[in-house]
C-alpha cells in the first residue's frame, strides 16, 4: 500500500514536470520590442507572448514605427487586436482607435497607453469615457484598465 502511494505521488510529479514546458510557454515575457517579420519594422510590445507576431501597415524610420498607421497584434495565427494609431519612435503616441479582447477605444495614447481623453466601449456594452492616465480609468466609482492589468492600475 506505500508502494501504491509512491507510484501514484511519482506519476503525479512527472505529470507536472512534463507540462512544465507549456506553462512557460505561456507566460508573458519582459515587455520590449518585436518586429515586423515582412518588413524588420519593430514597435513596443507591452505584454509579448511567446507566439506574438506583430504587422505594420505605415512609414519606418530608422527601424522604427513612425507616423499614422494600422498595426495588427496576431497569434498563433489569429488577429487579436487592431489599431490605428499614431506612432513615435515605434510607441503608440497621439490620436489612436484600438479594437482587442477588452472592447473598442477612441482617444489619445502616450507610451503605448491611454493617456488623456478617450472612451472604452467595453465587449459587455459598458462605456468609459473620460480621461484615463496610463491606461486606467477611475471616474465616479467606475474603474477599468485598457492596454495596462488591473493590479497595475492599483485596482
Known sequence: MVWDR???LGAGLMSILASAPRIAAAQTLPPGWTA???TGCRVWNNYPQADD???WQGRCVRGFAQGHGLLRWSSSGKVYETDR???VGGKSNGQGVADDWKG???GRFVDN???GQG???AKNGQRY???WRNGCFDHGGRRMSFFNSDAGCGF
Open 129 to 131: 469615457s473620460g480621461l
Open 104 to 106: 473598442h477605444f477612441v
Open 53 to 55: 507576431h506583430v504587422q
Open 119 to 121: 472612451t472604452l466601449t
Open 6 to 8: 509512491a507510484f501514484v
Open 36 to 38: 515586423d517579420s515582412k
Open 85 to 87: 494609431i499614431d506612432m
Open 113 to 115: 497607453r491611454p493617456n
